[in-house]
């Protein structure tokens, strides 16, 4: 009869540690997906930055050397 008393306690207690354990596992997939996306290099480890992003226009480029000029 005394689990009854307790039963939200250990709801929620329960509910704390899913939540903790979800996060933990969690961080541990990023590490390893940011380790695997490293390039190894005469057996060492290289980090890979992948740049996405539109090319400038002739016109940009000609106002942006205009700017720095």
């Known amino acids: ?3 009854m008393k307790n039963m939200e306690a250990i709801f929620l207690a329960a509910a ?3 939540g903790v354990a ?3 596992s969690a961080a541990s ?3 390893r ?3 695997d996306a490293q390039v190894s290099v005469e057996g060492k480890q290289m980090a ?4 996405s ?3 400038l226009t ?4 000609a106002g942006i050397q205009g700017a720095v000029s």
């Open 16 to 18: 704390f540690l899913t």
């Open 58 to 61: 002739p016109a940009e480029k």
């Open 29 to 31: 997939e990023n590490a």
């Open 22 to 24: 979800s996060v933990a």
């Open 33 to 35: 997906a940011r380790y």
């Open 1 to 3: 009869m005394n689990v």
């Open 53 to 55: 992003a539109k090319r």
């Open 48 to 51: 890979v930055v992948k740049v």
